[in-house]
């Protein structure tokens, strides 16, 4: 039987059905990332059984098989995210959120591979080498969390976990043609997430089959004691996915710009119509503020990571150089346990809080933060909810933006704002352009109105099957 | 704001990130261009805008202070790097 093909909620119903055992499945997901991760690069560790998980859990995942990027801690192995300054690190302690999928019945497989630290948008900055798009080997499956999105997109994983601080969840959706959500800020705990910019910073899952995706949030989310920005919310009902008309869907005018790819615009545009065709309002809507999001993002960011990477300085866990005296260990041991882009952003941040600049780059970027907002809380007085390209191109080339970060920086242009903003925002696939590279499109919501971006993509599912497309060598 | 190789190893100094001068070589028209793109918010009218200090819903999250403890000490004392009985070990700090 072809597993890879299932969704997960389909799996874990034989598995209920007893028409397979949790270790058929396990098996099955693990020997094919045995067979393909050599040629991908998806998975840095992956486990010869699951990680001790609840039997007799009831949820409609219960035996499904995941990846968890990672930056999220797993209990008695090694947490490293793709940087050589945590080699050899193992985690004491579970994350929130793998409690959660334990207890659920996940079997976990593995961790994914990620640019270091979650800083890139294109998986080519992990100190285990880069990843390859599935798709097109030659390209990238974009980042931070391109190895969470390439094992779902090559079915070496029904679903998986990843993290997006500017886009790093839904940006490598759109490359690899999987759906990715990130959540409303607050929606899903953070414990045990390596913080990069805790002001952003939310967990997400991947899938195929968007009804998966739904399942997957219901799981990980909640009030959490040990992250206090956590907020208890109701589960979100099944998907109802009948009727789309009177909905009004805001498309942003600032998006459809110079820079953005034709066959991405076509193929948007596509969806587009067919929303229409089916009853839903289209509105041309204005984020004025738009074209400085990502200077905002890059101050702010930066910023966060810098104070948060200052905990690694080789004394308590991780790699330690060896030095003369406790100063010379911090510098020895980060200069030579991060990576050039780690670098680049901790410098960078470091400049933007310090004296004499604090003024003059971050007050002001978290005062424009207020008015990205603002853009968005009125531009949500207009429509329900928002639909834009995920990003500017398909999927690039390895190597083709490494030397020039301001360029890598700007194909996160269209997922930045709603992360400023602290809305949730969930990438869908869409189609293809003329290369056969998958295009995502990216809709936004209102506050903690993720039900909503579900039963949208639930109704383009449902009358589509670009998410049913898997590479042919993966088939 | 005009970047040289003097400020960029002036912050690397602040973020105890120790980098040689062809490192700071490398760094310093990268960053340059990174501050003056970032710059373009200077375009934008801030008069008056409150700093967005929180997206949280929760504010002032209490909790009673009662020691809870970590239930894995041992999980923490295996990642020292170095250390001597079950304490870390670091090199001399007062002279």
Redesign the interface.
């Known amino acids: 039987m072809d597993l890879h093909k299932l969704s997960g909620w389909e799996i874990a119903g034989k598995i209920k059905a007893k028409k397979l055992s949790f270790e058929e499945v396990f098996d099955y997901f693990h020997n094919r990332i045995i067979k393909f991760n050599p040629q991908l690069n998806a998975v840095v560790r992956w486990f010869d059984k699951p990680l001790e998980f609840n039997r007799n859990s009831d949820s409609p995942l219960a035996g499904v098989p995941i990846v968890i990027k990672d930056n999220i801690c797993l ?2 192995k090694e947490t490293t995210c793709a940087s050589r300054i945590l080699k ?6 579970d994350s929130t959120v793998v409690q959660k999928l334990k207890n659920a019945g996940l079997q976990i497989l593995g961790a994914a591979n990620m640019d270091e630290f979650a800083f890139g948008s294109s998986c080519e900055t992990s100190c285990y080498g880069p990843v390859k798009n599935p798709w097109d080997k030659t390209r990238v499956p974009g980042g931070s969390s391109g190895g969470s999105a390439a094992v779902v997109s090559a079915g070496l994983s029904p679903v998986s976990l990843g993290s997006d601080t500017g886009g790093s969840i839904r940006q490598p959706a759109s490359f690899c043609g999987v759906c990715g959500l990130k959540p409303t ?2 929606k899903v705990s953070r414990y045990g997430l390596i913080a990069f910019g805790s ?1 952003f910073d939310q967990i997400g899952p991947f899938s195929r089959d968007i009804q998966d995706c739904l399942y997957l949030l219901n799981i990980i989310s909640g009030k959490d ?1 040990k992250d ?4 208890q919310a109701e589960p979100l009902k099944n998907l109802s996915v009948q009727d789309i008309s009177g909905l009004c869907i805001g498309v942003p005018k600032e998006y459809f710009i110079e820079g953005l790819s034709e066959d991405v615009d076509k193929t948007i545009r596509q969806a587009l119509s067919f929303f229409k065709n089916n009853g839903a309002v289209i509105k041309e809507i204005s984020l004025p ?1 738009t ?2 999001s ?3 993002y ?2 702010l960011a930066s910023s966060e990571a ?1 104070s948060n990477l ?1 905990r690694f ?8 150089e060896k ?10 041991t ?2 030579k346990g ?1 990576g ?1 882009e780690a ?2 952003r ?3 941040g ?2 933007s809080l ?1 004296s004499g ?1 604090y003024e ?2 971050y ?9 990205i ?1 603002e853009d968005f809380k009125a531009a949500f007085k207009k429509c329900d909810l928002m639909i834009t390209p995920t990003s500017p191109t398909a999927a690039f080339k390895i190597g083709e933006k490494l030397d020039n ?2 360029s890598m ?1 700007l194909s996160d242009i269209f997922t930045i704002s709603a992360s400023l903003a ?1 809305l949730p925002a969930l990438s869908v696939p869409c189609g293809f352009t003329s290369q056969g590279l998958p295009v995502g499109m990216q809709i936004i919501g209102n506050y903690f109105q993720e039900e909503m971006l579900f039963n949208l993509a639930g109704f383009y599912q449902k009358n589509t099957d670009w998410h049913k497309k898997i590479p042919q060598e993966y088939e | 704001m005009k970047l040289d190789k003097k400020t960029v190893k002036y912050i690397a100094n602040l973020a105890r990130i120790e980098l040689s001068g062809e490192e700071a070589a490398y760094f310093e028209p990268q960053m340059q261009r990174i501050i003056e793109y970032v710059e373009k918010i200077n375009g934008l009218n801030l008069e008056g805008i409150k700093p967005v200090l929180s997206f949280s819903p929760n504010t002032n999250v209490f909790r009673p202070d009662q020691i809870q403890r970590f239930e894995n000490t041992e999980g923490l004392i295996a990642n020292f790097p170095q250390k001597q009985d079950r304490f870390v070990k670091v090199p001399k700090v007062i002279e």
């Open positions: 209990k008695g050899g690190f193992v985690s004491p302690y800020y607050g002001s004691p206090s920005t956590s907020v503020s074209e400085y990502v200077a905002v890059y101050i810098s200052s300085d080789g004394i308590k866990y991780g790699h330690r030095a003369e005296s406790l100063s010379e260990v911090y510098f020895k980060r200069a991060f050039r670098k680049r901790i410098m960078l470091t400049f310090s600049y003059a780059y007050l002001k970027a978290l005062k424009a933060r207020q008015l907002k970060p301001l920086y602290g």
